[in-house]
């Protein structure tokens, strides 16, 4: 599969701004992107650190994914994200190595990238989501 890089790490968090607060005054990060992402209930937070960007995720629907992933497991990381290329074919490698899908194809996510999700059950525990951009 080989990815280029961590895409992101997505954090969840009960009060988005409260979050960035935090991120902003005490890391002295900057918060360059807030969007709402209807289809999946949830309003995000993006910071650049280095290379990598760090997502904060609000649920904006008690019974949407980060709503339920804060009610069983209370705030923290979420998920970690990886940048690839031909991200069809990345699933189908997965797949093809046992690797249980959440999504079977790619959906747009923040930032108008690519995304699809690897069941942490076959990850080791870890929610993986796999992000192209196919503006680049």
Do not use: W
């Amino acid at each position: 599969m080989k990815p280029s890089h961590i895409e992101h790490i997505g954090i969840a968090v009960k009060n988005l701004d409260e979050s960035i607060r935090y991120y902003e005054k005490v890391l002295g990060l900057e918060c360059y992107n807030i969007e709402e992402i209807k289809d999946q209930k949830v309003k995000t937070a993006f910071f650049m650190v280095g290379d990598t960007k760090i997502e904060l995720l609000e649920s904006t629907d008690s019974e949407g994914p980060i709503g339920k992933f804060i009610e069983k497991r209370g705030e923290g990381i979420h998920h970690i994200a990886f940048a690839v290329q031909n991200i069809e074919d990345k699933l189908k490698h997965a797949e093809e190595n046992g690797i249980r899908l959440i999504d079977s194809a790619p959906r747009k996510g923040a930032e108008g990238l690519d995304i699809a999700f690897l069941h942490p059950k076959s990850t080791f525990g870890v929610l993986t989501e796999l992000c192209e951009d196919k503006n680049k």
